[in-house]
């Protein structure tokens, strides 16, 4: 089926996208981030073989004075912020973790400054974690963080920023957070207020980095700086807002929700069954990953500081209005849409009145009667679909990874699960649906429609960061309906938005969430199923020809 292609294309060009870009060599322009410089100096600061560095070790003091040395390089001056790890003033300290910490463990934090031009204007800060875990050398995690504040240290010693920059390398955050909140603990930072941060981390190995969480009420930040990010732009407000619910953290927590600075925060997610593994080595990072993560932090970076005095006061005032947050996701990687939760609600409510009007326009009570017959077979299609997604999991339960919080195969387990669902969804569905008339099909599209738009109204009130992915749909259908009343156009139209908007997306729900959601990805492939039956649902059925009441019969042998 065409749609059933559509929704492939569509999850094909977002992984496709979300590879990352073409890594550039050690040739590359100094204004521009490499991927092979920042590989030779993960390879230089890890060792050969890659080795562990974990905070309160040996090994994790060699590895910091290395990276001191490097620093020194480019002609800059590296400070040590160390603090003794104490409990009693910190508020963060998560148990089981911290009694794993070498005894009198001080937590040494690396801060560089790059001046600025103009002193007087508030600075950045770029921070990242130095240290690993106990279990492998973080070549990702979050060694690649580390390379790409270094190469742009780099470029900034030879070409200074209008704004005062400073980088931080926590230590302990492997242990939850402690360097970070030990430095949020202190009466004061160690340097002006910054204006804005940007925080790196990584949960993987390989693929684009999502720009995948930023401060509360962020809507005139991102509408200032979201489009400045680096190609492929991998970001969604429905991240944010699913992040917040998870037990995950980084840094960010201390600068954003202890500090109440403003900024974006980015991470890998792809090839997670390397995250906290031993062998998380620069050999298993791939360079689409590292250039993604310098490209990044290079051109938010010159967003950040290109931004006159007056805009920076404008938004900041703005910031403290109670506007909200701001919805936003990208397309493909190519650009970014972004708007208020205000706009938003006001979007879902228009589709909500378009589409509802429609039905209520439908008199014919035998339509209203068949409702519930259609409810039946869409609830029989989402069964259908989660049981193909149990037999999926259940079968990843008898592979060699099943142990495994994260496995290599999580991406294709969890796309094949989304299309196989998918099509035995679709499957089912054709055949319930298919005695239904065109006259009785429409009606069926309209209230598809009016209860996506219905759902999407309470995502925009209750969840708003994930309201478009069913709003902006239901808008166009409704548009559409309202216009041209030809229904198959409608449901084509929203069926096209809904793919554009859901195809790359479950390319990182599925990275994100891992291999052991299979229910999860079944349930979402069919509700897309039944979405998507309202475009081949509405198209015209011949009619059989009636048999007239006094049409003569045959006498045996009659030819």
Request: contains cysteine; proline residues 7%; hydrophobic residues 45%.
């Amino acid at each position: 089926m065409v749609s059933t292609l559509m929704l492939g294309l569509s999850i094909f060009l977002g992984w496709y996208q979300y590879r990352g870009p073409t890594p550039l060599g050690p040739d590359a322009p100094a204004d521009q981030p490499s991927a092979a410089r920042m590989r030779a100096t993960l390879v230089e600061l890890l060792g050969d073989p890659a080795l562990k560095h974990t905070t309160g070790t040996a090994a994790g003091e060699a590895f910091l004075q290395r990276l001191e040395q490097k620093l020194r390089g480019f002609g800059v001056s590296p400070q040590r912020i160390e603090i003794p790890f104490d409990p009693e003033r910190q508020n963060r300290h998560p148990r089981g973790r911290i009694d794993l910490l070498p005894p009198d463990t001080v937590l040494k934090n690396l801060w560089v400054t790059i001046q600025g031009s103009d002193p007087s204007l508030a600075p950045i800060l770029v921070a990242t974690h130095h240290d690993s875990c106990r279990w492998g050398p973080g070549a990702g995690d979050a060694g690649s963080a580390v390379v790409a504040l270094v190469e742009h240290i780099r470029f900034l010693a030879t070409t200074p920023p209008v704004r005062t920059t400073h980088y931080l390398f926590t230590d302990g955050e492997e242990f939850g957070l402690l360097g970070a909140y030990a430095i949020a603990a202190q009466q004061s930072l160690p340097f002006a207020r910054p204006v804005f941060v940007l925080n790196f981390d990584a949960r993987g190995s390989r693929g684009g980095i999502p720009m995948f969480e930023t401060h509360s009420g962020n809507h005139a930040w991102v509408s200032a700086l979201i489009d400045d990010m680096a190609r492929p732009k991998i970001t969604s407000s429905l991240a944010v807002t699913v992040y917040r619910m998870l037990p995950n953290a980084t840094d960010f927590n201390a600068w954003h929700g202890e500090l109440g600075l403003p900024g974006f925060n980015y991470a890998v997610i792809g090839g997670a069954h390397r995250y906290h593994r031993p062998d998380d080595t620069p050999a298993n990072l791939s360079d689409r990953t590292l250039q993604h993560m310098g490209a990044h932090l290079f051109s938010m970076h010159h967003a950040i500081d290109r931004l006159p005095a007056d805009a920076v006061q404008r938004v900041q005032q703005e910031s403290t209005r109670p506007a909200g947050s701001a919805v936003f996701f990208d397309l493909y990687g190519l650009t970014v849409i972004h708007f208020s939760e205000r706009v938003q609600t006001v979007l879902a409510l228009i589709a909500v009145a378009l589409i509802g009007w429609t039905c209520l326009r439908q008199r014919s009570r035998h339509r209203w009667r068949r409702l519930p017959r259609h409810g039946l077979n869409t609830l029989l299609a989402a069964l259908v679909g989660l049981a193909v997604g149990l037999v999926i999991h259940f079968a990843l339960l008898i592979t060699p990874w099943n142990a495994l919080k994260y496995t290599p195969i999580d991406l294709p387990a969890g796309l094949f699960t989304i299309a196989a669902s998918f099509l035995a969804a679709t499957l089912l569905l054709e055949w319930l649906e298919s005695r239904s008339s065109a006259e009785e099909s429409n009606a069926l599209s309209d209230w598809i429609w009016m209860v996506t738009a219905a759902l999407g109204t309470a995502l925009a009130l209750g969840l708003p960061g994930g309201g478009y992915l069913l709003v902006l749909p239901s808008l166009v259908y409704g548009l559409i309906r309202g216009v041209t009343a030809n229904v198959r156009l409608a449901a084509w139209s929203g069926w096209t938005v809904a793919i554009i908007l859901d195809g790359p997306l479950l390319v990182l729900l599925v990275q994100s969430l891992g291999p052991w959601r299979q229910p999860l990805y079944a349930v979402l492939a069919s509700l897309l199923a039944v979405l998507a039956m309202t475009t081949w649902s509405t198209r015209k059925r011949k009619k059989a020809r009636p048999i007239p009441k006094n049409r003569p019969r045959l006498a045996r042998g009659d030819a």
